[in-house]
T-cell receptor
Framework: DGGITQSPKYLFRKEGQNVTLSCEQN?????MYWYRQDPGQGLRLIYY???????QKGDIAEGYSVSREKKESFPLTVTSAQKNPTAFYLC????????????FGPGTRLTVT | AQKVTQAQTEISVVEKEDVTLDCVYE???????LFWYKQPPSGELVFLIR??????QNEISGRYSWNFQKSTSSFNFTITASQVVDSAVYFC??????????FGQGTRLTINP
């Protein structure tokens, strides 16, 4: 089945630790995205990548880092510099950036204590 | 700047009632795309529809219908004969050019049996 996978579904970390969230897609999409969602809020863009080995900051990139070494994979690292890392993180992909609809993974709920 | 406003934070109706979710957008461009997504309790966003700015034709898909009016910058979503399974958070979103997808704050819809 084609789709986007994110693992794990729930993740717990201690404050001060870096943590990497995985995102894999087998849709052959060029563009991939990371969003953050806080309770009762809409989605805010963290980083996006239009093509392999290229990525751009979104609206709230501070404290996060990404890599895009393979078309299928776009991992997100939440660093200790992120002041409020507890949130729901959603990964998405689209055929290309711009007008195409984005398809979302199931999300990872990160809790940092 | 692009902006999407979903003024209804929460809506609660009884099953079989019709319900309309409002979406108002702001953009300076003449070419743009509008989307609706559904977020059930599981968290994953499900793509519902994409509409480009040159196509004002209303669309119907089963119990779902969308009314796009450029004159009022609105892209409203109506569910006819609502069902409990329609309970979710619904997001309206906008994209123009190769820019990022901008989401509204979402409307939490509860369908009571």
């Amino acid at each position: 089945d084609g789709g986007i996978t994110q693992s794990p579904k729930y993740l717990f970390r201690k404050e001060g630790q870096n943590v990497t969230l995985s995102c894999e897609q087998n849709l052959n999409h060029d563009a991939m995205y990371w969003y953050r969602q806080d309770p009762g809020q809409g989605l805010r863009l963290i980083y996006y990548s239009q093509i392999v080995n290229d990525f751009q900051k979104g609206d709230i990139a501070e404290g996060y880092s990404v890599s895009r070494e393979k078309k299928e994979s776009f991992p997100l690292t939440v660093t200790s510099a992120q002041k409020n890392p507890t949130a729901f993180y959603l990964c998405a992909s689209s055929i290309s950036s711009g007008s195409g609809e984005q398809y979302f993974g199931p999300g990872t709920r990160l809790t940092v204590t | 700047a692009q902006k999407v406003t979903q003024a209804q934070t929460e809506i609660s109706v009884v099953e079989k009632e019709d319900v309309t979710l409002d979406c108002v957008y702001e953009t300076r461009d003449t070419t743009y795309y509008l989307f609706w997504y559904k977020q059930p309790p599981s968290g994953e966003l499900v793509f519902l529809i994409r509409r480009n700015s040159f196509d004002e034709q209303n669309e119907i898909s089963g119990r779902y219908s969308w009314n796009f009016q450029k004159s009022t910058s609105s892209f409203n979503f109506t569910i006819t004969a609502s069902q409990v399974v329609d309970s979710a958070v619904y997001f309206c979103a906008l994209i123009q050019g190769a820019q990022k997808l901008v989401f509204g704050q979402g409307t939490r819809l509860t369908i009571n049996p």
